[in-house]
């Protein structure tokens, strides 16, 4: 099982600033197969990213993914106050449904 | 615009089945370019992918569940179902259904989600 480690676990910035989280693969993710997901209290996971680098439909271009083999980025450049939420990276190359990382927390400081 | 919606009890007894349902509205379920999965997330933990299924039928499931694990489909009701049986307190959790894209030799991100359920394992 491919293992995602997210780091840092809770990130305290402020609006406009620049957020970078990351997440590192136990093993090397085929092609690139990797998506990030936002998650506020109570609400559904939403997909951002997608092939790690792809925006989801309607997502604003302030955020970006990058990243190959075993180490992700996903970077939210100028932080919006909506942006402050979960987020999660999601590996689906090594087996259907694939595995998540354990979050990343984007507080306001 | 599509939606999903979990539905289903909120406390199942230890040893119990647990059951949910997932209404699909905004579009056909019968789609060969998705598959509908199921997820978890116990409190305070990150996700869990359960398993997913494609409207004719075919199934994948995470290994570690796999004893336990059902899901199925009702295309005319344009929904899909779990049911986890022998359920423990390890159990409890917010359970997601969302649609799974189908790439031509794998399964890929999910998107959208439903709401989630939370389900309780309790006597």
């Known amino acids: 099982e491919t293992v995602l480690t997210q780091s840092p676990g809770t990130l305290s910035l402020s609006p406009g600033e620049r957020a970078t989280l990351s997440c590192r693969a136990s093993q090397t993710v085929r092609d690139n197969y990797l998506a990030w997901y936002q998650q506020k209290p109570g609400q559904a996971p939403r997909l951002l990213i997608y092939?790690?680098?792809s925006r989801a439909t309607g997502i604003p271009d302030r955020f970006s993914g990058s990243g190959s083999g075993t180490d992700f980025t996903l970077t939210i450049i100028r932080l919006e106050p909506e942006d402050f939420a979960v987020y999660f990276c999601h590996q689906y190359s090594s087996s259907p449904g694939g595995t998540f990382g354990q979050g990343t927390k984007v507080e306001i400081k | 615009q599509l939606q999903l919606q979990e539905s289903g009890p909120g406390v199942v007894k230890p040893s119990e089945t647990l059951s949910l349902t997932c209404s699909v509205s905004?579009?056909?379920?019968?789609?060969?370019?998705?598959?509908w999965g199921w997820i978890r997330q116990p409190p305070g933990k990150g996700l869990e992918w359960i398993g997913s299924?494609?409207?004719?039928?075919?199934?994948h499931y995470n290994p570690s569940l796999k004893s336990r694990v059902t899901i199925s489909v009702d295309t005319s009701k344009n929904q899909f179902s779990l049911q986890l049986r022998s359920v423990t307190a390890a159990d409890t959790a917010l359970y997601y259904c969302?649609?799974?894209?189908?790439?031509?030799?794998?399964?890929?991100?999910?998107?959208?989600w439903g709401q989630g359920a939370l389900v309780t394992v309790s006597s």
């Open positions: 092939g790690a680098s």
């Open positions: 969302a649609r799974q894209r189908r790439e031509l030799l794998y399964l890929a991100w999910f998107d959208p």
């Open positions: 299924i494609h409207s004719s039928g075919s199934t």
């Open positions: 905004g579009a056909s379920i019968s789609t060969n370019r998705y598959y």
